[in-house]
């Protein structure tokens, strides 16, 4: 099973931009194996929600939140999946994690927590205002 590092977090003012990465490593299959890779966020006393997923067939999937500000990618050659956050908002704030699934169950369900099978330990976003 890989292992998840995620990286990019820090403060910013509200409206600013911050370019999150999650990197694979220590295991045999390659990211672009993996049937979803997505991005979940936990505020403090708020249940985890999805952000953005993207599946095998490249299609994306985000939160109402953040449609429009937010982007996720991938770079396979890096084993390396981003989410580029633009205009953020106090309402950000909070602990995002990276995940990925071995299941095609996610497909088409990239939002969906209980279809991920592999986390990472989150990196801390704090927007102000």
């Known amino acids: 099973q890989e292992h998840l590092v995620e990286s990019g977090g820090g403060s910013v003012q509200a409206g600013g931009s911050l370019n999150l990465s999650c990197v694979a490593s220590?295991?045999?299959?390659?990211?672009?194996?993996?049937?979803?890779l997505g991005w979940f966020r936990q505020a403090p006393g708020k249940e985890r929600e999805g952000v953005a997923g993207?599946?095998?067939?490249?299609?994306?999937s985000y939160a109402d939140s953040v449609k429009g500000r937010f982007t996720i990618s991938q770079d396979n050659a890096k084993n390396t999946v981003f989410l580029q956050m633009n205009s953020l908002k106090p309402e950000d704030t909070a602990k995002y994690y990276c995940a990925s699934s071995s299941s095609s169950l996610c497909m088409g369900r990239a939002l969906t927590q209980e279809r991920y099978d592999n986390w990472g330990q989150g990196t801390q976003v704090t927007v102000s205002s």
């Open positions: 993207i599946d095998t067939g490249d299609r994306e």
């Open positions: 220590g295991y045999i299959d390659r990211l672009d194996r993996r049937y979803c």
